[in-house]
């Protein structure tokens, strides 16, 4: 029953992630391509005897305004991926929402076994460092959703475009300075992102490990560990622009690579990516000295659990 209930908390966020993929697309194709369902209309009809065809005097017209006003010309599968994650109000409200979705999702998953006694009876009988290393494996396979969304954005990307991933005009970049590298290298680029992202909602995840010990109620242990991530993502800001820019005269640039909420983590060469490895395996280091902080020790577990079963 338990599993049943796992299961379905799964693909509700999953389907959550998707429609709001999808509500992506569409912001970025109606924004740009506004004339997409009126294209593919004199496409399929012309020449013919429909009203819309009118306007064209000649094939040779026709031929022009399919070849120049072709959706998939618009934008190549790059381009339209980077629109979709960079600029999508829809992608905005994903980026606020991902991290409660890692909390959501291992809290769920592992909770039930704690309030159900699960904790103090198998302790009798396993090691109290294997059942966390339990949880964390369960926290770094939640995580892999990340990957799943830019993938899946990339791949809708390819298709719409027909697989064009020809490079585009500058004035199509949304940030020249850095997207020049971006399609020079982009899969490159890709793989470090994805694993950025990845590391980065590895160490939000384990966030729903500790907070699980704290209460009964499943949706109070959410609402915890979102407001320990809000505090988390303030002191980094801090951290990052006031103490390591201001005071230590740290200058990284005018990306706040300190911003544990971007969407999107910009980057012109190669030169810096040691900066984001650093500043996402840190979120990770701190969380998991968390995890052994509030529950580090087997005694520790069983006396919250028994706590809260009072």
Same mark, same amino acid.
């Given at each position: 029953?338990?599993?049943?209930?796992?299961?379905?908390?799964?693909?509700?966020?999953?389907?959550?992630?998707?429609?709001?993929?999808?509500?992506?697309?569409?912001?970025?194709?109606?924004?740009?391509?506004?004339?997409?369902?009126?294209?593919?209309?004199?496409?399929?009809?012309?020449?013919?005897?429909?009203?819309?065809?009118?306007?064209?005097?000649?094939?040779?017209?026709?031929?022009?305004?399919?070849?120049?006003?072709?959706?998939?010309?618009?934008?190549?599968?790059?381009?339209?991926?980077?629109?979709?994650?960079?600029?999508?109000?829809? &992608? $905005?409200?994903?980026? =606020?929402?991902?991290?409660?979705?890692?909390? @959501?999702? *291992?809290?769920?998953? #592992?909770?039930?076994? !704690?309030?159900?006694?699960?904790?103090?009876?198998?302790?009798?009988?396993?090691?109290?460092?294997?059942?966390?290393?339990?949880?964390?494996?369960?926290?770094?396979?939640?995580?892999?959703?990340?990957?799943?969304?830019?993938?899946?954005?990339?791949?809708?990307?390819?298709?719409?475009?027909?697989?064009?991933?020809?490079?585009?005009?500058?004035?199509?970049?949304?940030?020249?300075?850095?997207?020049?590298?971006?399609?020079?290298?982009?899969?490159?680029?890709?793989?470090?992102?994805?694993?950025?992202?990845?590391?980065?909602?590895?160490?939000?995840?384990?966030?729903?490990?500790?907070?699980?010990?704290?209460?009964?109620?499943?949706?109070?242990?959410?609402? &915890? $560990?979102?407001?320990? =991530?809000?505090?988390?993502?303030?002191?980094? @800001?801090? *951290?990052?622009?006031? #103490?390591?820019?201001? !005071?230590?005269?740290?200058?990284?640039?005018?990306?706040?690579?300190?911003?544990?909420?971007?969407?999107?983590?910009?980057?012109?060469?190669?030169?810096?990516?040691?900066?984001?490895?650093?500043?996402?395996?840190?979120?990770?280091?701190?969380?998991?000295?968390?995890?052994?902080?509030?529950?580090?020790?087997?005694?520790?577990?069983?006396?919250?659990?028994?706590?809260?079963?009072?």
């Amino acid at each position: 029953m338990k599993n049943n209930k796992n299961k379905k908390i799964l693909i509700l966020c999953l389907l959550f992630i998707i429609v709001i993929i999808g509500k992506s697309f569409m912001e970025v194709i109606t924004e740009y391509v506004p004339n997409l369902n009126r294209y593919i209309e004199i496409k399929y009809s012309c020449p013919g005897k429909n009203k819309i065809c009118s306007k064209f005097k000649n094939n040779q017209k026709l031929k022009e305004y399919l070849i120049e006003e072709n959706p998939q010309k618009k934008f190549d599968a790059i381009t339209l991926s980077t629109y979709v994650v960079e600029t999508s109000k829809s &992608f $905005g409200i994903l980026v =606020f929402l991902s991290p409660l979705i890692m909390i @959501l999702l *291992v809290v769920f998953k #592992i909770q039930s076994d !704690i309030n159900s006694g699960f904790i103090k009876n198998i302790l009798t009988r396993e090691k109290y460092s294997s059942l966390i290393k339990k949880y964390i494996f369960i926290a770094s396979k939640v995580a892999f959703i990340i990957p799943f969304i830019y993938i899946l954005i990339f791949l809708i990307s390819l298709l719409l475009t027909g697989f064009n991933i020809n490079l585009p005009s500058e004035n199509m970049m949304l940030h020249p300075e850095y997207d020049t590298f971006k399609y020079n290298h982009f899969f490159t680029y890709g793989l470090i992102l994805i694993s950025i992202q990845y590391i980065l909602h590895f160490a939000y995840a384990l966030i729903g490990i500790f907070v699980s010990f704290i209460n009964r109620n499943k949706i109070l242990c959410i609402i &915890f $560990g979102y407001i320990y =991530f809000i505090i988390l993502c303030l002191l980094y @800001l801090i *951290v990052g622009a006031y #103490i390591f820019k201001n !005071i230590l005269g740290f200058n990284y640039g005018d990306i706040n690579y300190f911003n544990l909420i971007g969407n999107y983590w910009f980057f012109n060469d190669l030169s810096i990516i040691w900066i984001l490895f650093l500043v996402v395996l840190s979120v990770a280091v701190i969380n998991y000295f968390m995890i052994y902080l509030i529950i580090g020790k087997k005694e520790k577990a069983i006396n919250m659990y028994e706590k809260q079963s009072a």
